[in-house]
């Protein structure tokens, strides 16, 4: 706060509960003068804190009806910043208030204090953020290396010149041990990445691409998932039409990744025989919305959109291998990183929408 005369405040702005709250609020003690200077009130308990004793009473013997000037002259003649008790710094404010004037004394070495406290959290903070992704990273990596082996292993077994020398309950089991560990090593390499993000290990070098070619080219990689689970997907011809051209302005590697978690997570969530329902938007003019409509398979429609919302994790989600907890999340930071943004919202029946706004090239 400074001194300055450049407000007048009107007598009716400055009732009890104003100057109550801004008191208690702010931590700003006030004076309220009439036109010769006589106190008409005062922040009694907070001054007595701030200011100096004078004649055996704290508050420099301030009291309504009081002539501020006499009592305490340094506040009337220093209006920015005066000495205060215990070697306080006080700064001072003055503004016409009706016929007389309004003081604000605000002690500025405990703002000092509490600002230092507030940088020191953060980096305290920022510290323990970081020993966090380090130990989650190289526990990530501690659980990749042992399941790369496991994994490759029961790949040698399950060679086709090893089939001879299997039981069918052998098979199966390592099969089983296979696929469960597939899954494990994409919720990893999930968990991997979206700690790379939350450390901005990762950057987007954008350029102008067709948008359909992208879409289309990770939707036609999911098509071997789509058609194990007899789940509906296509672009439609109008849709198709309205996008032929449209360029984005994207990191095509990472904007793939984040179209692939997207539909993975999709159809994870959908449940087998669904129908998904694509659609785009070009009312604005600086960027595309494509939204998704789809049915929630087990999950109830808010159990899906309360997840989205609070990034709390559905019940088994990923165990199937084709999305994991992580996929939406890292889905919504990739689609961060290029200015564009994820929402999520109810639809009719067992319905969710999800949409995806992406900025095109200038």
């Known amino acids: 706060m400074t001194g300055h005369d450049a407000i007048c405040l009107a007598p009716e702005m400055l009732h009890e509960s104003l100057l109550k709250g801004l008191e208690e609020r702010f931590d700003i003690a006030h004076i ?9 009130s005062l922040s009694t308990a907070l001054l007595g804190k701030l200011l100096p004793a004078n004649d055996g009473k704290k508050g420099c013997a301030l009291a309504p009806g009081v002539n501020l000037l006499a009592v305490c002259p340094q506040i009337a003649q ?9 070697g306080r710094r006080i700064s001072v404010s003055h503004f016409p208030a009706g016929a007389g004037k309004l003081y604000l004394l605000r002690d500025e070495t405990s703002q000092s204090m509490a600002h230092q406290a507030l940088r020191e959290a953060a980096a305290d903070a920022e510290a323990a953020k970081r020993a966090k992704h380090v130990f989650m990273s190289q526990t990530a990596h501690d659980f990749r290396t042992p399941l790369s082996l496991i994994l490759g292993n029961a790949d040698l077994l399950l060679d086709p010149s090893q089939a ?6 052998i098979s199966m089991a390592l099969e089983t041990i296979r696929s469960a560990g597939a899954v494990l090593m994409k919720n990893i390499d999930d968990m991997l990445e979206l700690m790379q993000m939350e450390a901005g290990q990762i950057f987007a070098d954008p ?8 879409l289309v080219a990770v939707m036609e990689r999911r098509r071997d998932n789509l058609d194990a689970r007899n789940i509906r997907l296509d672009i439609p011809e109008p849709m198709a039409r309205a996008l032929t ?3 984005v302005h994207v990191d095509r590697v990472l904007f793939k990744k984040a179209l692939a978690h997207l539909f993975d997570y999709i159809i994870a ?9 694509l659609s ?4 604005l003019k600086r960027s595309i919305v494509l939204k998704a409509v789809f049915p929630t398979g087990v999950y109830t429609p808010q159990q899906v959109v309360d997840s989205f919302e609070t990034l ?3 019940p088994e989600m990923g165990l199937t291998g084709l999305a994991s907890n992580h996929s939406l999340p890292l889905a919504a930071r990739l689609i961060a990183l290029h200015g564009g943004k994820l929402a999520m919202s109810r639809a009719r029946g067992r319905n969710v929408r999800l949409s995806l706004r992406i900025p095109r090239s200038a």
């Open 312 to 314: 709390a994790p559905l």
């Open 32 to 40: 309220l003068t009439d036109a010769e200077g006589r106190i008409a």
């Open 207 to 214: 350029g102008d691409y067709k948008f359909l070619p992208l």
């Open 164 to 169: 001879a020398n299997l039981t069918p309950q």
């Open 269 to 277: 969530i959908c449940g087998a025989g669904a129908e998904i329902s």
């Open 245 to 247: 051209g449209l360029r």
């Open 280 to 283: 785009a938007s070009l009312k």
């Open 78 to 86: 220093s209006p920015r910043q005066i000495k205060g008790r215990w």
